[in-house]
C-alpha cells in the first residue's frame, strides 16, 4: 500500500489532502503528533475490560483537521484520558512464526503492538510496506479484517495515512489483529451464486431489505450482539442482499454509497427518540476511510474494499432493526442561513466538541462535498440537520463488541 501502481484506478478518485505531522513545524501540528504519541505510550488500544476501543486519535485527528487549536487539542487529551486504561501485558509474545494463532483475542494488544512495532524495524521504519506485507499478502490478508470491531480498524488506517503517521498505522495494525472476526471468511472465499434481483443501488437494495418480513422480530433491541445471531438465522438471505449490489459505474456508486451512510445517520432518528444511532455513524466514518484508502490501495483491492464496506453496511443495517430512510428529510430541510463555518463552529466549540463520533461525522460529510461537488447543497444541508439535532448517541449498547 503506498507504492505506485501502473494498472488503472478502478475507482478514479482523488487522494486527500495528506497532513504530513511528522515534520510540521506549526504549533498545532506539533501539539497532535504529541499528544497521538502520548496515547500511543500511555493507553492500551482497547480499554474497559476490553470492551472498549480507544477513539482519542479520532477526535483528535478530525478536530486537527478542522481547525482546532494547540489548546482545544490539550483539552481533548486531558478529558478523555480519564476514560482510557493503561497497558497491561499480554499472556505472551507473538511473532512472525504464529501470529495468526493469536488473532481476535484482545488480552494480546500488547503483544500485537510490540509485534507490529519490531517489524516496522524490520522494514527500514516504512510503515506503508508493513501495512503492505499484513494487509495485502497471504492466503487471508488483514485487509479483510478492518471491519472488525465496529470498523475501528478502517478508521483508524484512514486517519494513519490521512496524517502521514507511523504510530497510527501501528495501531491500525493493532486493531485489525485483536478485532478480527468471523466475517472475513465471506471476503476470503465470497460465494459465487447470483443474488435473484440485482440492482446498482445500494438505496434499493436497503428499501428491499426494510420490506423482508423474514427480517422480521428477529431482535428485540437493536445492537451489534445481534450480528452473530443474524448469520446462524439467515446467512443465506443476507448473503444474497450482499450479492445483489451489481457494480456497473464504481465511481457513481461509490458516491451513492456515501450518500447513503450520510441518510442512515441524518434521518433515520425519530423527534420521539431523538438521539442518533452510534452504530450507524460508523457506517459514515467507515466510508470516509474507504475514501481515503481507495487512491492508495493497487488497483485489484478498490472494489473489494468497496464491497467490504457494503457487507459491513448492510449486517449493521439489519442489527440495528433496519430504520426508514428517509430522502426527503433532507432535500426538504431548511438551512436557515446556516453554513459550513456554522457546522465547523459546531464541531470545535459546541457542547459535542470532545464526541470522537460526532466531530468525525461532520468532517466526513464536508469532505464528501469536497470531493462530490456540492450537489445544490445536499452535503451541507445533511451536517447543518446532524448538527443543529444532536443530542446524544443510542444504538449499540455499552459496548463495542459484537463484530
Given at each position: 500500500m503506498g507504492l505506485a501502481n501502473s494498472k488503472p484506478q478502478a475507482i478514479n478518485i482523488p487522494p486527500v489532502q495528506v497532513h504530513d505531522i511528522e515534520t510540521s513545524p506549526e504549533k498545532r501540528t506539533r501539539t497532535l503528533k504529541h499528544l497521538i504519541r502520548a496515547n500511543h505510550v500511555n493507553h492500551s488500544i482497547i480499554c474497559r475490560r476490553l470492551e472498549k476501543h480507544n477513539d482519542m486519535p479520532h477526535v483528535l485527528g478530525s478536530t486537527y483537521l478542522l481547525g482546532g487549536e494547540s489548546e482545544h487539542l490539550n483539552d481533548i487529551y486531558d478529558e478523555k484520558s480519564v476514560e482510557?486504561?493503561?497497558?497491561?501485558?499480554?499472556?505472551?509474545?507473538?511473532?512472525?512464526?504464529?501470529?495468526?494463532?493469536?488473532?481476535?483475542?484482545?488480552?494480546?494488544?500488547?503483544?500485537?503492538?510490540?509485534?507490529?512495532?519490531?517489524?516496522?524495524?524490520?522494514?527500514?521504519?516504512?510503515?506503508?510496506?508493513?501495512?503492505?506485507?499484513?494487509?495485502?499478502?497471504?492466503?487471508?490478508?488483514?485487509?479483510?479484517?478492518?471491519?472488525?470491531?465496529?470498523?475501528?480498524?478502517?478508521?483508524?488506517?484512514?486517519?494513519?495515512?490521512?496524517?502521514?503517521?507511523?504510530?497510527?498505522?501501528i495501531e491500525a495494525l493493532g486493531f485489525c489483529a485483536t478485532d478480527y472476526h468471523f466475517l472475513h471468511k465471506y471476503l476470503d472465499n465470497p460465494p459465487l451464486d447470483s443474488a435473484p434481483n440485482p440492482s446498482s443501488s445500494i438505496l434499493t437494495?436497503?428499501?428491499?431489505?426494510?420490506?423482508?418480513?423474514?427480517?422480521?422480530?428477529?431482535?428485540?433491541?437493536?445492537?451489534?450482539?445481534?450480528?452473530?445471531?443474524?448469520?446462524?438465522?439467515?446467512?443465506?438471505?443476507?448473503?444474497?442482499?450482499?450479492?445483489?449490489?451489481?457494480?456497473?459505474?464504481?465511481?457513481?456508486?461509490?458516491?451513492?454509497?456515501?450518500?447513503?451512510?450520510?441518510?442512515?445517520?441524518?434521518?433515520?432518528?425519530?423527534?420521539?427518540?431523538?438521539?442518533?444511532d452510534i452504530f450507524l455513524v460508523r457506517l459514515l466514518t467507515t466510508s470516509y476511510a474507504v475514501r481515503i484508502l481507495l487512491p492508495i490501495v493497487p488497483a485489484e483491492w478498490q472494489l473489494q474494499l468497496v464491497r467490504e464496506w457494503w457487507l459491513f453496511a448492510l449486517v449493521v443495517y439489519i442489527a440495528q432493526l433496519r430504520p426508514k430512510i428517509n430522502e426527503e428529510y433532507i432535500e426538504d430541510y431548511d438551512l436557515r442561513g446556516r453554513n459550513w463555518r456554522w457546522v465547523s463552529d459546531r464541531a470545535l466549540n459546541g457542547q459535542y466538541s470532545k464526541d470522537a463520533q460526532f466531530v468525525a461525522a461532520i468532517r466526513a460529510m464536508k469532505e464528501a462535498e469536497v470531493v462530490w461537488g456540492k450537489k445544490d447543497g445536499w452535503y451541507l444541508r445533511a451536517a447543518v440537520k446532524f448538527a443543529g439535532e444532536f443530542i446524544g448517541w443510542t444504538g449499540s449498547g455499552s459496548t463495542d463488541t459484537g463484530l
Open positions: 482510557l486504561d493503561s497497558w497491561e501485558d499480554s499472556p505472551s509474545e507473538v511473532s512472525r512464526h504464529d501470529w495468526r494463532d493469536f488473532l481476535g483475542d484482545r488480552r494480546y494488544q500488547r503483544a500485537f503492538i510490540d509485534f507490529f512495532e519490531d517489524e516496522l524495524v524490520r522494514f527500514g521504519y516504512n510503515w506503508k510496506k508493513v501495512l503492505a506485507e499484513y494487509l495485502l499478502k497471504g492466503r487471508e490478508p488483514l485487509i479483510h479484517g478492518l471491519i472488525g470491531g465496529l470498523g475501528h480498524p478502517l478508521i483508524h488506517l484512514g486517519y494513519a495515512y490521512e496524517l502521514n503517521n507511523s504510530v497510527l498505522a437494495i436497503l428499501n428491499n431489505v426494510s420490506a423482508d418480513s423474514q427480517f422480521n422480530d428477529l431482535f428485540v433491541h437493536p445492537g451489534p450482539e445481534n450480528i452473530e445471531p443474524l448469520f446462524d438465522k439467515h446467512e443465506h438471505a443476507v448473503l444474497e442482499y450482499w450479492n445483489s449490489w451489481e457494480i456497473e459505474d464504481p465511481r457513481e456508486q461509490f458516491e451513492e454509497s456515501v450518500g447513503a451512510a450520510i441518510l442512515l445517520l441524518t434521518t433515520t432518528h425519530k423527534m420521539s427518540y431523538p438521539t442518533h
